[in-house]
């Protein structure tokens, strides 16, 4: 452990973070916390060394495919050392939920993170980000175009708030109690990350944690040949520019400025010079100059976005970084821009814990990404990359956190480690494909290449934890595990066409969940990718099923109604539909979806159904470049996990493995945990 | 636009008011509970109590359409939504 980690906030940090917090306050995002929690001085003795590396996705049936073949010689010697299990992952397998089943070390009932998406019932079903949550800010000062929040008395206006969606104790708040220190990188599931009360634990938010913009990751593309008017897709922005004498003039758009009574996107210009004999262009952004060649990458470039203020208010400032990246320059310029992340050395919000931490990071590492999702599977999604170019960002984002993890050991030096790696997830979702049925958008023959990509990616893990176990083997547990595996997705199935051609959704003609189903009539409904809810009246706002027999009843009738769905070929669409009430325990299971739809390997949720839309029909192919998932049947999708130390559970899950690192430190297993020690039979 | 006021149209002198005016039916009972709470709260007539409570209605009513979009696209940015 370095002490510089724990230092106490100079007096520079504390101004630039004061100022940093009227701003971020502004656009709702969580503010850094001015003091840290200060760490006892007292000399303490080296606490044991526990190492987690969190794979997402790591798929069992591959992995052990692999071993076999003598392609994962460092998995293999793991397995042989300690042992290797089949994880099971939680109920539904969507990697916030099943992280936060590692995090509180119980189920969702723990910590109510039950889906992506979740509704609000009061709106009757609004639709929002579970993980965090905004709350809008209430009172402001009306000053000309402006609404400024006074938070000090007598105004106390409240400004707005994003709250952790995750509730519970997480197992790290137990370690920091009983002194023992943890490092947690990149961690999903903890945006805004939690607060550690002793100033012995210390975190990195990842998945989860946005952009400046305040989205899970925003591009901006910008063509010659681009559409007019720009094209606002969910994570892309595309627009046209045009040429005079060979430079184009562009908008950078940055977060909305709220303190105006009508909030608008701040924006910096920016110039495009383009010389087509050289195929380059130069970028002229704030006074920095970039220089590009065709398929060129910018290194990261900071941007500073000018919130301006009422006249005497001194304008307030957001810093955020992006890079560019030319992707032809002739016929069209095409030139692409990462989604703006947060600046690590300046950070307009609080993304780590202590909020100084990211800074400290940043001292070492430089700049580098810090919003949750890294990979740009939303430009290669909406066509704005080839497979090749995806590929190419994709392992930009592993060699930028393989530099993290070279970092994150150089700065431990007892406690715990946690570190986690999302290329496995993120590019198996676009490039895993494990059958010769045809694939959604490839030929069968790329579509092999591409899995060939992920199996490399595997090898690459490997020799992560090669390197690991050559470092910490002799001193460390070290565990390796992922949050669900992977399967085919070729096949969707829109749950709430199927509601309505069923009857429980009406009217019969509905377009959708949030357009225009009528309420007074509709006894159930499809939110988010895996999540059932009846219309229940006293929950709803709108609420008609009695939460007696009737619900009771209604409950019943789906279940095996769903179960017997059979696509046109004869096969089983979905695996198994769980009742919530008797799957989940603890005080969030009462916020719960009534049904959580366990999908058979080769199904999900429809594109459409996530946000309650509706099809014509109830299910179609899948024709997205998105060609694999995991939010299927808790059974379809496991998990691994690899230990250096014999692992005696038969059946473990992802809830054990808290239960795990503190037993590793002589803490009992704490009443909120549901969970056992991996290392108990 | 600003709404209409029976009297600004009289102080004006038209038989036609500004804009033009649509009507609405409401319950009797209704109509003399809105009267006697806009003549507590301080409002000239009913006219401008219903006016007011119609505008402030909508407002939030917009705005929160507004807001369904909004987040809606940004649930779109994660990659398992489209």
């Known amino acids: ?681 | 636009m600003p709404a209409c006021r029976a009297s600004t149209c009289r102080q004006a002198g038209r038989k036609e008011p500004l804009y033009k005016m649509a009507k609405l039916k409401i319950d009797s009972h209704l109509y003399d509970r809105a009267k006697k709470a806009a003549q507590a709260a301080g409002y000239p007539g009913i006219n401008e109590f219903v006016t007011h409570i119609i505008e402030k209605e909508l407002a939030q009513l917009e705005t929160t359409e507004q807001d369904d979009e909004k987040v809606a696209q940004q649930l779109r940015g994660l990659g398992y939504i489209e």
């Open chain 1, 1 to 681: 452990m370095t002490h510089e980690d724990n230092k106490n906030l100079n007096r520079r940090e504390f101004l630039k973070a004061s100022a940093a917090t009227t701003a971020a306050l502004s656009i709702g995002l969580p503010t850094k916390k001015i003091y840290a929690a200060r760490r006892t001085t007292v000399r303490r003795n080296q606490a044991k060394k526990v190492v987690v590396i969190g794979v997402d996705g790591m798929d069992p049936a591959l992995s052990e495919q692999m071993m076999s073949a003598g392609q994962l010689p460092n998995f293999d010697k793991l397995r042989r050392l300690g042992g290797y299990r089949h994880l099971r992952t939680s109920i539904p397998p969507q990697s916030p939920v099943a992280w936060a089943n590692f995090i509180n070390g119980a189920g969702p009932g723990s910590h109510g993170i039950f889906d992506f998406i979740h509704r609000d019932p009061k709106r009757q079903c609004f639709p929002f980000y579970s993980g965090a949550p905004q709350l809008p800010g209430e009172g402001y000062w009306n000053l000309s175009n402006h609404k400024l929040q006074l938070t000090f008395w007598p105004f106390n206006h409240k400004p707005p708030k994003t709250l952790q969606g995750r509730k519970g104790v997480p197992f790290w708040d137990y370690l920091d109690e009983a002194g023992i220190i943890s490092k947690v990188y990149y961690i999903p599931s903890n945006y805004p990350p939690t607060p550690s009360k002793y100033g012995n634990h210390f975190c990195f938010s990842g998945m989860g944690t946005p952009d400046l913009l305040q989205t899970h990751g925003t591009y901006q593309y910008y063509s010659s040949d681009g559409p007019i008017p720009t094209k606002e897709l969910g994570g892309g922005r595309q627009s046209c520019i045009f040429f005079e004498d060979n430079t184009a003039k562009a908008e950078l758009i940055g977060p909305h400025n709220t303190f105006l009574k009508r909030p608008k996107p701040t924006s910096v210009p920016f110039l495009i010079h383009r010389d087509n004999r050289a195929n380059a262009a130069l970028i002229e952004i704030q006074g920095q100059k970039i220089l590009l060649k065709q398929g060129q990458w910018s290194d990261w470039v900071k941007v500073d976005f000018r919130l301006v203020m009422p006249a005497l208010i001194p304008d307030e400032h957001l810093a955020g970084i992006c890079r560019f990246y030319l992707q032809e320059t002739s016929p069209n310029l095409q030139l692409y821009v990462s989604p703006i992340n947060i600046d690590p050395t300046d950070p307009a919000a609080q993304i780590s814990e202590p909020s100084y931490f990211v800074e400290k990071m940043s001292d070492k590492l430089g700049l580098f990404h810090t919003t949750g999702f890294q990979e740009a599977y939303k430009a290669r999604v909406h066509d704005v990359f080839n497979d090749e170019e995806y590929a190419e960002q994709a392992e930009m984002v592993l060699q930028e956190r393989l530099k993290s993890l070279q970092y994150a050991q150089e700065n431990y030096q007892d406690g715990l480690l946690f570190f986690y790696f999302s290329s496995t997830d993120l590019q198996a979702h676009l490039f895993w494909w494990d059958s010769n049925e045809k694939h959604p958008v490839r030929s069968t023959s790329e579509a092999r290449k591409y899995f060939t990509h992920i199996k490399e990616l595997y090898r690459k893990i490997d020799d992560v934890i090669g390197r690991i176990l050559n470092r910490y083997g002799q001193e460390a547990t070290i565990i390796v595990l992922s949050d669900h595996g992977f399967a085919n997705f070729g096949r969707q199935f829109n749950l709430n066409t199927w509601l309505r051609d069923n009857g429980y959704l009406q009217p019969a003609y509905a377009g959708g969940v949030l357009k225009d189903t009528d309420w007074s009539a509709t006894r159930a409904y499809g939110l988010g990718i895996n999540s059932l809810y009846l219309n229940l009246k006293g929950r709803e706002r709108d609420g008609i099923v009695k939460p007696s027999d009737e619900r009771e009843q209604l409950l019943r009738e789906l279940i095996n109604k769903l179960e017997s769905v059979r696509d046109t070929n004869g096969k089983q669409v979905i695996h198994k539909v769980h009742r919530t009430d008797n799957a989940y325990l603890g005080p969030q299971a009462r916020f719960a979806p009534d049904l959580i739809i366990g999908y058979a390997r080769g199904y999900r949720a429809s594109w459409a159904t996530c946000l309650g839309d509706i099809t014509e029909k109830i299910l179609l192919d899948n024709d997205s470049a998105w060609s694999a998932d995991h939010c299927a049947d808790v059974s379809q999708v496991p998990g691994v996990v690899f230990c250096n130390r014999p692992i005696k559970a038969d059946a473990p899950a992802l809830i054990d493995l808290a239960p795990t690192i503190l037993a590793e430190y002589g803490l009992k297993t704490p009443s909120s945990m549901t969970g056992k020690s991996l290392f108990i039979t």
